[in-house]
């Protein structure tokens, strides 16, 4: 079965500081992806990255950067966090072409 | 401009057939539908997908019609633990850009004894 595994179920952090937000998964998947989830606006895609150094944006980029050094890893970088940033992240990857296989996310609160 | 719609929320009472519609008005020939479930303090977990006509697993049926404007999802027998919000997704291969991935603000589905 494949496990995708996010590094903090929660985490608190402060406005102005440089939060990581880390995903592996187990499977060889070149796909990685990185979702915001909120209150009447569904999942939105942030970043998507097809294989290791390489990322494409998604819908809202903004505030945000993606690093992905190893196939089973890719990590989201707040570089100067907001409370507009304060939301569920979800994780996610798969082979191309297939289903996405999800992460169970973790719940970012700026202060 | 959101490309997929669906109803906020349903209701249905266990035992019963529930079906999901989701409007995709836009949607792309290589784009597929993929529907999700998912649970409260979980990820989104992958249910079913879809081309065109009908595909059914071991736990559900997608509908597409020929136009392909829409998609319904089908959930035989219901019990309380389909008790969940049902997301779809329409996108294309990934070739053509992750920024052609579209989830809807999903459905939330209550299932009452």
């Known amino acids: 079965d494949v496990k995708v595994t996010q590094s903090s179920r929660y985490l608190v952090k402060r406005t102005g500081e440089k939060v990581f937000l880390e995903c592996v998964q187990d499977?060889?998947?070149?796909?990685m992806f990185w979702y915001r989830q909120d209150p009447g606006l569904g999942l939105r895609l942030i970043y998507f990255?097809?294989?290791?150094?390489?990322?494409e944006k998604g819908d809202i980029p903004e505030g945000y950067s993606v690093s992905r050094e190893k196939k089973e890893r890719f990590s989201l970088i707040l570089e100067s966090a907001s409370t507009n940033q304060t939301s569920m992240y979800l994780c996610?990857?798969?082979?191309?072409?297939?289903?996405?296989?999800f992460g169970d996310g973790t719940r970012l609160s700026i202060l | 401009l959101a490309k997929t719609t669906q109803p906020i929320s349903m209701d249905s009472y266990e035992g019963q057939e529930v079906n999901i519609t989701c409007s995709h008005n836009?949607?792309?020939?290589?784009?597929?539908i993929t529907w999700y479930q998912q649970f409260p303090s979980q990820g989104p977990r992958f249910i079913i997908q879809?081309?065109?006509t009908k595909v059914t697993n071991e736990v559900a049926s997608l509908f597409i019609p020929a136009d392909r404007k829409s998609s319904t999802l089908s959930l035989p027998r219901v019990s309380l633990s389909d008790t969940a919000v049902y997301y779809c997704?329409?996108?294309?291969?990934?070739?053509?850009?992750?920024?052609?991935?579209?989830f809807g603000t999903g459905t939330r589905l209550t299932v009452i004894p």
């Open positions: 996610a990857s798969s082979l191309t072409d297939q289903p996405q296989h």
């Open positions: 499977m060889d998947h070149e796909n």
């Open positions: 990255s097809y294989d290791v150094k390489m990322k």
């Open positions: 836009n949607i792309a020939t290589n784009d597929y």
């Open positions: 879809g081309y065109k």
């Open positions: 997704l329409v996108g294309a291969h990934l070739q053509t850009g992750a920024n052609n991935l579209f």
